[in-house]
């Protein structure tokens, strides 16, 4: 194994934690991070993947990077969500993470949306039923990143341990 090959499998290896993380807390991209350690791997042993592999995960890492932006959002807005509703959750998510991880990321979705729906003057009910969907669509787009970020770290560790194999 060349060291070329060495550098991009520990490189792969750090970006795929870190994409995993990623799924989880905000700022990180995730699944792209995981995808670029699937190409790195495959810059350094182009035999592993196939040109059409690296195109579909790729456009589905692009599909899922615009949910995680649109499916919350979409999901607010169904149920009338107003914007203090919207950016209660955002809000209400970063203090969260910082403040009680790893569950304040989830109290703090569905805390800081009820709180914004509150102060837009909704009704009690009605700030609690945006703020489950609020909630709901959110989890729903972290199980989707983070198992794409696992499916991806799989194929780079099949990959890596290909490799290993090829050595002996």
């Given at each position: 194994m060349d060291?070329?090959t060495?550098?991009?499998?520990?490189?792969?290896?750090?970006?795929?934690?870190?994409g995993i993380?990623?799924?989880?807390?905000p700022?990180?991209?995730g699944?792209?991070?995981?995808?670029?350690?699937?190409?790195?791997?495959?810059?350094?042993?182009?035999?592993?993947?196939?040109?059409?592999?690296?195109?579909?995960f790729?456009?589905i890492?692009?599909?899922?990077?615009?949910?995680?932006?649109?499916?919350?959002?979409?999901?607010?807005?169904?149920?009338?969500a107003?914007?203090?509703?919207?950016?209660?959750?955002?809000?209400?998510?970063?203090?969260?993470?910082?403040?009680?991880?790893?569950?304040?990321?989830?109290?703090g979705?569905?805390?800081?949306?009820?709180?914004?729906?509150?102060?837009?003057?909704?009704e009690?009910?009605?700030?609690?039923?945006?703020?489950?969907?609020?909630?709901?669509?959110s989890?729903?787009?972290?199980?989707?990143?983070?198992?794409?970020?696992?499916?991806?770290?799989?194929?780079?560790?099949?990959?890596?341990?290909?490799?290993g194999?090829?050595?002996?």
């Open positions: 060291a070329l060495i550098i991009f499998i520990i490189l792969g290896f750090i970006l795929a934690v870190v993380v990623g799924c989880i807390v700022g990180l991209p699944p792209p991070l995981n995808y670029i350690a699937v190409v790195l791997l495959d810059i350094a042993r182009p035999e592993l993947f196939t040109s059409k592999f690296l195109l579909w790729g456009l890492v692009v599909i899922v990077y615009f949910l995680d932006y649109i499916l919350p959002v979409l999901g607010a807005k169904i149920y009338n107003s914007k203090f509703g919207i950016w209660g959750s955002i809000t209400g998510m970063i203090i969260g993470i910082f403040f009680f991880p790893p569950f304040g990321m989830i109290l979705i569905i805390i800081g949306t009820i709180t914004g729906e509150l102060l837009a003057g909704k009690h009910s009605e700030a609690l039923k945006v703020g489950f969907v609020t909630f709901v669509a989890m729903a787009v972290i199980i989707i990143k983070l198992s794409l970020s696992l499916i991806l770290t799989f194929y780079f560790l099949k990959g890596v341990f290909t490799i194999y090829g050595m002996f």
